[in-house]
């Protein structure tokens, strides 16, 4: 099946800094979900982007599917403690199943 | 969107035993979701779980050791066989509601 690669594997930001995330594929995606996961949680959706170059934003969170729909990006602006936990991206394959990349832990210093 | 029972939370079990995790929807879904976490990790797709028929499941993982039912359009279980500690992860399941997935709560299994 098709993997997504998923950078950086470990952010730690000071407080009021910003935070991307970025997942890369060799192949074109179909969509792409994102997912936040906080420490001793589940994973919750955040968004899907489908169109080639669409993006979306979400108060402080940007999200950008690239023109080739081989890449996509979260972005955080101003990081504040509540951002904290682990951030997936996800393609959807056939059969409506998730394949998760490898997740950015994101730790916010106050 | 909906909303999953997950039930246990966590257990930890001996080696040799089996353990059963439940999910409850409270609407009607097609398609049910496991996944397992290990420790630090990602999650990975086990099976797949369609009502009325036999649960398709990912390489690597095999009904033997993850037998799967699905009796109705709002319940699955999943049983984790013949533990051994390996197979300590947090197991989830999961449902696709309008664009998105949602998840249950987990399940945290120690195996000792």
């Known amino acids: 099946g098709q993997q997504v690669m998923q950078i950086p594997q470990y952010q730690h930001v000071q407080e009021g800094e910003d935070f991307t995330t970025y997942c890369n594929s060799s192949?074109?995606?179909?969509?792409i979900q994102w997912y936040k996961q906080r420490p001793g949680g589940h994973p919750v959706f955040l968004i899907q982007?489908?169109?080639?170059?669409e993006v979306k934003k979400q108060k402080r969170l940007t999200f950008q599917f690239g023109e080739a729909k081989k890449n996509s990006s979260l972005h955080i602006t101003a990081t504040q403690t509540t951002d904290v936990g682990t951030y997936f991206c996800a393609d959807m394959e056939y059969g409506n199943k998730l394949v998760f990349g490898a997740g950015t832990i994101l730790r916010v210093k106050s | 969107s909906a909303v999953i029972s997950q039930k246990p939370s966590r257990d930890i079990c001996q080696r040799g035993t089996s353990l059963t995790i439940q999910c409850q929807v409270d609407?009607?879904?097609?398609?049910m979701f496991w996944y397992r976490q290990q420790p630090g990790q990602s999650l990975t797709l086990i099976a797949t779980?369609?009502?009325?028929?036999?649960?398709?499941?990912e390489s690597g993982f095999v009904i033997d050791k993850f037998p799967i039912s699905r009796p109705n359009l709002t319940f699955s279980t999943l049983t984790v066989s013949n533990m051994s500690p390996e197979d300590s992860s947090i197991y989830l399941c999961?449902?696709?509601?309008?664009?998105?997935?949602?998840f249950g709560s987990g399940t945290r299994l120690t195996v000792v």
């Open positions: 192949t074109t995606l179909s969509n």
């Open positions: 982007l489908v169109k080639s170059g």
């Open positions: 609407s009607q879904v097609t398609m």
């Open positions: 999961s449902v696709e509601t309008g664009g998105g997935y949602t």
């Open positions: 779980a369609n009502q009325g028929s036999e649960a398709t499941y």
